[in-house]
DNA sequence: ATCTAAATAT
DNA sequence: CATATTTAGA
C-alpha cells in the first residue's frame, strides 16, 4: 500500500515527538557498526570541529521513547557488514585504544525509508525551518550527519526545480521527462505542500532556471547538455550568468 | 555558524 | 555515470 492516504501525515503528528524533546539525539545498543555514530555532542557544545572524518567515539546514550510505532532508521551504510552476528572488527580500528583516526565514514545510502522520513520532516518544518540541521533534529536518525542532509536536500531541490519546470505530469498526463533511480526515489514520498505553493523559492531568483542534465522543451524536444556561460552585460552587472543550452547532437 | 551551490570522490 | 561527500562562497 502506498502513502497516497490523505491522512498520511496526521499519522506522523502523532508519532513525532514534540521539538522539545527531541534535542539530544543519541542511542544505545547500536552495536559497534553502528557505533560510527559520533558528531552526536551536546548540541550548545561548541568544541571545535570534530567533523574530521576521525576520532569516533562511541557515546551511547538512549534516545527516550522517540519512537513509538515507527522504528528509526538506521542510516544503511555501504561496505558495512550488517547482519553478521559476529562482532565483525570496526574495520581495523581497534576500539580498545586509539581510534584508527583515519576512519572514513561509510558512505550513507538514501532508502526510500529513510527518504520518507526527510521528507516527513521537511512537510512538517515550515519552509523556513526546513534547513539541515532541523531537518536532521527532526529525522533523529542515528549516525544521520547535517552533512548527509545537506547534501539529500540539495539533490531534492533540483528535483523539485526539474518537476516544477517541466510542469511535469504526475496527475493524469503521461509526460515523463525523467526517469532515473533517483527520480523513482523522489517520487516515492509525496512532495510537502510548502515546496508546490513557494514555486519561487525553488527556482534561482534570476535567469533561467536551472534545469538539470537535460530537460524537454516546448517543441518536445529533448535537449541535453545544458551549461552555463558567463556572458557579460556589457555595462551594470559585468558578467551575469545565462543559461545556454546546447542540443543533443552537438 | 551554517546554508547552499559547486566541485570532487566513490 | 549516478550518487554521496567535501569544499567554498555567501
Redesign the pocket.
Known sequence: MREDNPNWFLRWEEELPSPEELIPISQTLITPHLALAFQIGSPNH?LG?KRT?ATYHHHQKLQPSTTPTTPTPQPMMMNSDFGGGDSTDLGSGSIGGEPARTL???????TPQLHKRFVDAVGHLGIKNA????IMQLMSVEGLT???V??????Y?LYLRRMQGNGNGISGGHVIVSD???DRLFASSPVPAHFLNHHEYLM?PLEHP?IG?HMITQQNQVVRNLR?EDSEHGNGDGGRKILKLFPAGN
Not at 572514513?104 to 538514501?110: A, D, E, F, G, T
Not at 534547513?131 to 532541523?134: A, G, Q
Not at 545537506?150 to 539533490?155: D, E, G, W
Open positions: 561548541h570541529s572524518t572514513k565514514r561509510p558512505r550513507l545510502v538514501w534547513v539541515p540541521k532541523t547535517r552533512e548527509n545537506a547534501s539529500h536536500l540539495q539533490k531541490r532515473s533511480a533517483t534561482p536551472y542534465k552555463y
